[in-house]
């Protein structure tokens, strides 16, 4: 297996007056070319400080992260910017789509700027809205605004997709759907694609799940077969 992103011993300590947080305690983490990794543990474990660390939204207070040959540690905010924008994809738990645009128009926001892009329409065909390009988010239901930012998010063709809660503000059966579009996305593009999430019914869909405790990861699984995100139920 070719390794996409090494982190290791990462720790992030977070000061508030005189009160320190110990968000991360030495977390190692490798993700690997082509896998779906899902991200388990509950709320203040440190699952989302290491996805802001890995994918240069932040920086560790000690360790280090390596992409490829990129060595992100004390890489200054220029270089964190340019790394986000060539080889990192993020959907999180909120679309942040601009209601003035339609699906197809946010999408190519990103595209604008990227370095080989997708076309928009092919990147809404890839996450199922095929017919629902002119449609305005308004005109969406959430689990297809999701998807319209899952879309924007492939666009720019990342090697690595960071996916922090993005079923946390949806029901089950619309949260399904959204999953089912993250695999499409990891199959047909072999994005390096971690998903982070407190529900643990989702990491039967992955290659590993990696589960995050106290700041560290605690424990890894791997699962012999992916199971279908269709056939998922919460």
């Known amino acids: 297996m070719i390794t996409t992103l090494i982190a290791r011993d990462l720790t992030k300590i977070y000061r508030t007056g005189e009160v ?105 065909g890839i996450v199922g809205l095929d017919e629902r390009l002119h449609h305005f988010p308004a005109q969406l239901s959430g689990g297809e605004q999701q998807r319209v930012a899952i879309a924007r998010a492939i666009a720019k063709q990342p090697e690595i997709l960071l996916c922090d809660e993005p079923t946390g503000a949806l029901d089950s059966e619309t949260g399904i759907l959204v999953l089912e579009a993250i695999d499409q996305v990891n199959r047909e593009l072999g994005t390096t694609t971690a998903v982070i999430t407190h529900n643990t019914v989702i990491g039967s869909m992955a290659d590993r799940v990696l589960h995050v405790a106290d700041g560290v990861i605690a424990s890894i699984e791997e699962n012999a077969e992916r199971r279908p995100a269709a056939e998922l139920a919460w």
Do not use: C, M, W
Not at 62 to 82: K, M, N, P, Y
């Open 20 to 124: 320190e947080v110990h968000a991360l305690r030495g977390a190692n983490l490798d993700l690997y070319e082509g896998e779906l990794v899902v991200v388990l543990g509950p709320s203040g474990s440190g699952k989302s400080t290491l996805l802001n660390i890995i994918g240069g939204l932040d920086t560790p207070t000690s360790g280090s992260v390596r992409f490829r040959d990129h060595q992100l540690t004390g890489a200054d905010e220029s270089a964190l910017t340019r790394f986000r924008r060539d080889h990192v994809g993020f959907v999180f738990q909120f679309y942040n789509l601009i209601p003035s645009l339609t699906a197809e128009e946010n999408v190519a926001l990103v595209t604008e700027i990227a370095e080989r892009p997708l076309d928009p329409a092919k990147a809404l």
